[in-house]
């Protein structure tokens, strides 16, 4: 049954407290679905706290879908409550592809924290100004209902644009060709400028989806180990030499998986690397409006003098990833084969969001959103930087992002692969293994945490289990050869 404690002088207030330890329950299966809630009344005399508290605290977890109530029967636990435990897919080794798959299919259960999605916080979205927007269209809705122009919503490229400028990008709306998200302008721009055997080099770890997008073109990954500071630049020019890669693929600021950012020093040497080598650059600046302290180092765009960078970024992290909005800001010498290329894959967008989200951006929108969300999210990696330093063995490290969504976690020691994985799941707690990221027999010894979808009492929590399941295994019996010095 609930076994409950609040605790006056803490800081989480009272209702979100109740809240979050009957998560805890209901995930880690003390509380499985169907189970009864005690009355609003029964629970508040207990604890000693008013009936609102409780009201508020049943009607947070009514809202995410963990509990339901029945007018005349009573709370009770959500049916879709399921014990990852059950899900026979899940714990098995993981690559790249079923990683992301499994990454889709957690978020859509209810019982389980997660912090294996690099997510924006689906509670945090605008909903409200943004459907505004959508239903102002309505006399115009069949227009924006047939297909589109290829390049995406004139409206919206005008305001890519006067996002790009903020940067210091230069740029004009026939430059930019509006994607189906950042995933589809890599894809693309892959297609456009390296042919099937051709070497790209990547960061290790990187994008779980580069990885799966280059293996279906038939593009060889080079891999350049990163650091904390960018990639290593030694390792990077031998790569070069050796293989003549075709293009680097890089995500300079706020790293997903490691949280690091390439430093200014980095971006020029690599710039001036690319300029000698011929080599093109894919710049994935998906994260950059999220950082915590000020504006990032200038990056490869800015820079660029020569054309060789291919810039790309979407709404999915500093809005929404269901629009399916990104943009790609082409270079006149791929202008053609980009087209050509997306006139092959989708078409066009969907007319309807981009007009709405162009006229969210026309009216200031966006910044109002950054302005109230990346103070939350930058209070959720506090909060997980400190429970990392409350709970964890101290033979733990870890990264400290200044801003996106990732954080980099790293063991003693190499587990059995899925190991760690399994066990967190079976106690309602995800996040994703580093073997997925690295396309080696290496890898065990590292895992992601997302901190951008989870209250800070829910990220505690889910530090507080891992940490408990970590120090289980440093604990047990395995050979002391398995222990690795850090990476
Ligand atoms: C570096 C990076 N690029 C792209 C994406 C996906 O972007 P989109 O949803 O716009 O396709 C992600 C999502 O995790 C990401 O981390």
New binding site residues.
């Given amino acids: 049954m609930l076994d409950l404690t609040v605790s006056r002088d803490n800081k989480p207030p009272l209702y979100r407290q109740i809240a979050e330890q009957i998560k805890t329950q209901i995930s880690n299966g003390r509380l499985p679905a169907n189970s009864r809630l005690p009355t609003v009344r029964g629970l508040a005399r207990s604890l000693g706290v008013t009936r609102l508290t409780v009201q508020n605290a049943y009607a947070e977890l009514q809202a995410d879908g963990w509990i339901e109530a029945t007018v005349g029967r009573g709370t009770f636990v959500s049916t879709a409550v399921q014990q990852m435990s059950l899900q026979p897919t899940v714990g098995q080794y993981l690559t790249p592809d079923s990683a992301i798959n499994d990454m889709l299919a957690i978020n859509q259960v209810i019982g389980v924290r997660s912090m294996a999605m ?1 997510h924006a916080d689906p509670a945090l979205f605008p909903l409200d100004v943004f459907w505004r927007q959508m239903e102002r269209l309505r006399p115009e809705a069949n227009q924006l209902f047939s297909y589109g122009p290829i390049q995406g919503d004139a409206a919206l490229r005008v305001e890519i644009v006067k996002l790009l400028h903020e940067d210091a990008i230069q740029a004009s709306p026939d430059d930019i060709l509006v994607t189906s ?4 302008s ?1 894809s693309l721009a892959t297609a456009a400028i390296a042919q099937p055997g051709d070497a790209v080099l990547v960061e290790q770890p990187t ?1 779980l ?1 580069v990885l799966n997008i280059l293996k279906a073109q038939g593009l060889r990954p080079l891999h350049v180990p990163m650091q904390l500071d960018g990639p290593d630049l030694e390792r990077m020019e031998q790569l070069i030499s050796q293989h003549r890669p075709r293009c680097y693929y890089t ?1 300079a600021n706020f790293h ?1 998986p490691t949280g690091y950012s390439t430093s200014a020093a980095k971006r020029q040497a690599i710039l001036q690397l690319a300029q000698q080598h011929n080599l093109l650059i894919i710049e ?1 600046d ?2 950059g409006k999220l950082g915590f302290a000020g504006p990032p180092p200038p990056s490869y765009k800015q820079q660029d003098t020569s054309d060789r960078v291919l810039y790309l970024s ?1 709404f ?2 500093m809005l929404m ?1 269901g629009l ?1 909005v ?1 943009y790609l800001l082409m270079p006149p010498a791929w202008r053609d084969q980009l087209l050509t290329l997306r006139r092959a894959t989708d078409l066009c967008g969907t007319g309807i969001l981009q007009r709405a989200l162009a006229h969210f951006l026309q009216e200031g929108e966006l910044k109002k959103h950054l302005r109230r969300v990346v103070p939350i999210y930058r209070e959720r990696r506090d909060a997980l930087m400190a429970s990392l330093g409350r709970w964890m063995p101290t033979a733990v490290r870890w990264s400290e992002p200044q801003g996106g969504f990732s954080c980099w976690v790293s063991l003693p020691r190499r587990l059995p692969p899925g190991l760690l994985y399994r066990q967190a799941l079976e106690n309602g707690f995800a996040f994703t293994p580093g073997e997925a990221y690295l396309m080696e027999e290496t890898g065990h010894e590292h895992l992601r945490l997302c901190f951008g979808n989870l209250s800070t009492e829910g990220i505690e929590a889910g530090v507080k289990l891992l940490a408990a399941l970590i120090q289980q295994q440093l604990d047990s019996t395995l050979p002391r050869s398995d222990w690795l010095p850090y990476v």
């Avoid at 998200?181 to 589809?184: E, H, K, N, T, Y």
């Fill in positions: 690099a998200g950042a995933i589809q890599i994008f989806a995500v997903n994935d998906i994260y979407s999915s992290k990833p399916r990104g």
